[in-house]
């Protein structure tokens, strides 16, 4: 159980507080953020999110204004960073999936304060409030707005909602449990539209993510007797069709439903010379290890990291990794 009163003086102290999470904040990170900050303006505090990255469009129905893109080459969001005295993270415990926003934030002398729900490398922040146990870190944020008495309005059950239905696959994923599932049923009375949300989440497709998947369904390779299944996108096609990064997200949920395929792994070539690489798994198999082989991190069945490297190069040692993860299953 997370010690929340650990916070209660901060909370009780401190006017501003700056709320930011991982590069391109996906749905529990976006989720938990908007959620908590809009629980400080009910405590009357001054509340703002920065990240780095855009999150996926789908999601755009939870901004509102309530978002910042971080630029690091503006003096103006530098100044703006080192104006606080409290900043939270919620959602990633890691400083490496915070892109160069992590790294500044890191030499401010600020209080850090990490909510999150995976596995730390070792100590993050000054007060580090981790559950693993929790399946979102909007189930964290939750808790943490009943814990001191704050209230669930439409808007933060929405947040939470999002938060939870991304990051347990719609409660199909093996980190569902039946206090979530008790906790979806508090938000939807609280005010959330759920059949609203969903569709706004899942069946919100642009056509240029549908046109990126076909370049990208053209690379689909298979290994390991096809229990291994990958698929790579590159600079030139996103650039051929003008996408948002975020376009590709999902896609290696599409892999990992492949009949007979454990580990599902889909390629994206970043700029100089990078790769982020998204990890999928089931019946049992464990790709958080792998990915904390390249520096990443995450959950048993879904997991992530980002490799120096030329694409193809990465693609080799990474496939040839989970080849390895395999036998040893």
Not at 68 to 82: C, K, M, T
Not at 146 to 155: D, L, Q, R, S, Y
Request: aromatic content about 8%.
């Amino acid at each position: 159980m997370i010690n929340w009163d650990s916070i209660k003086p901060i909370l009780k102290k401190e006017k501003r507080f700056l709320i930011t999470s991982h590069v391109c904040p996906e749905g529990d990170a976006l989720g938990s953020a908007v959620a908590l900050k809009l629980f400080l303006q009910q405590m009357k505090k001054e509340a703002f999110l920065i990240n780095e990255g855009k999150s996926a469009s789908q999601l755009n129905f939870l901004n509102h204004g309530h978002f910042r893109l971080f630029n690091p080459s503006s003096p103006d969001d530098q100044w703006f960073i080192e104006s606080f005295k409290v900043v939270i993270v919620v959602d990633v415990s890691d400083w490496g999936h915070m892109g160069v926003l992590g790294d500044r934030l890191r030499k401010i002398p600020s209080t850090k304060i990490c909510i999150d729900h995976h596995p730390p490398k070792g100590k993050f922040g000054d007060i580090d409030l981790i559950d693993r146990t929790g399946s979102a870190t909007g189930q964290l944020i939750y808790q943490m707005i009943k814990h001191f008495k704050g209230k669930i309005t439409p808007e933060i059950a929405t947040a939470l909602y999002t938060s939870i239905i991304t990051d347990t696959g719609q409660f199909a994923y093996p980190n569902t449990t039946t206090e979530v599932i008790q906790l979806a049923s508090d938000l939807v009375k609280q005010g959330v539209n759920h059949y609203d949300v969903y569709q706004k989440v899942y069946e919100n497709n642009n056509w240029t993510k549908l046109q990126l998947m076909e370049k990208a369904l053209r690379s689909l390779h298979s290994d390991a007797d096809q229990q291994i299944a990958w698929m790579k996108i590159t600079q030139d096609m996103y650039k051929e069709l003008d996408a948002p990064f975020d376009d590709a997200e999902g896609f290696v949920d599409q892999l990992r439903a492949i009949h007979g395929v454990k580990i599902a792994i889909l390629f994206r070539e970043l700029p100089g010379e990078q790769v982020r690489i998204n990890l999928r798994s089931k019946d049992g198999v464990n790709v958080s290890e792998l990915a904390k082989s390249f520096g990443g991190g995450g959950h048993p069945n879904a997991a992530g990291a980002v490799c120096n490297g030329k694409l193809d190069e990465v693609i080799e040692k990474v496939v040839l990794s989970a080849k390895k993860v395999l036998n040893s299953h």
